[in-house]
T-cell receptor, first 111, second 114 residues
Framework: DGGITQSPKYLFRKEGQNVTLSCEQN?????MYWYRQDPGQGLRLIYY???????QKGDIAEGYSVSREKKESFPLTVTSAQKNPTAFYLC??????????FGEGSRLTVL | DAKTTQPTSMDCAEGRAANLPCNHS???????VYWYRQIHSQGPQYIIH???NNETNEMASLIITEDRKSSTLILPHATLRDTAVYYC???????????????FGKGTKLSVKP
């Protein structure tokens, strides 16, 4: 079945460490997105990519980095520069003018 | 993009219709109304969208007022599995590349009770 797969589902890291969250889709979608969600809050856009080898910053890109070397993959790195990284991270993709398809999310906790 | 206003929370009895309102008084002529829902600790799920005509699919109905300043999402026979946060979003639908740059506010927390 087609869909979006995020891994890991849960992740713990120590302060000062970088961590990379994986997002893979087999829907043949061109555009992919990363969102952050804090408890009781809506989603905020971190980065998005319309095509391979191109990406743009969203509203809260500081402390994060991405790459888009393949159409199917859009990994997100949470760097040590991100001051408050504990959150629920969601990846999504879409075809042109279509609805967003979301993954199941990755919950990152900084110890 | 136009902003939306939704009630923070609503309750609905199982088997009854759930009517979730959304105000979007500053909506532009080319902006669509989208609805998504998010069940606890899962990714959001697309429900329905529309421009000015009422829309219906297997999940829900969307009623948009004639002046387009408000809309209502209707779940005709709510079940316990419909308990979720429901987001109303307005956005231009033409892709321009940033279709995913949807502004997800806090939404409405719908609790379906037995």
């Amino acid at each position: 079945d087609g869909g979006i797969t995020q891994s890991p589902k849960y992740l713990f890291r120590k302060e000062g460490q970088n961590v990379t969250l994986s997002c893979e889709q087999n829907l043949n979608h061109d555009a992919m997105y990363w969102y952050r969600q804090d408890p009781g809050q809506g989603l905020r856009l971190i980065y998005y990519s319309q095509i391979v080898n191109d990406f743009q910053k969203g509203d809260i890109a500081e402390g994060y980095s991405v790459s888009r070397e393949k159409k199917e993959s859009f990994p997100l790195t949470v760097t040590s520069a991100q001051k408050n990284p504990t959150a629920f991270y969601l990846c999504a993709s879409t075809k042109e003018a279509g609805e967003l398809f979301f993954g199941e999310g990755s919950r990152l906790t900084v110890l | 993009d136009a902003k939306t206003t939704q009630p923070t929370s609503m309750d609905c009895a199982e088997g009854r219709a759930a009517n979730l309102p959304c105000n979007h008084s500053t909506i532009s002529g080319n902006e669509y109304v989208y609805w998504y829902r998010q069940i606890h600790s899962q990714g959001p799920q697309y429900i329905i969208h529309g421009l000015k005509n009422n829309e219906t699919n297997e999940m829900a109905s969307l009623i948009i007022t004639e002046d387009r300043k408000s809309s209502t999402l209707i779940l005709p026979h709510a079940t316990l599995r419909d308990t979720a946060v429901y987001y109303c979003i307005v956005r231009v639908a033409n892709y321009g590349g940033s279709q995913g740059n949807l502004i997800f506010g806090k939404g409405t927390k719908l609790s379906v009770k037995p």
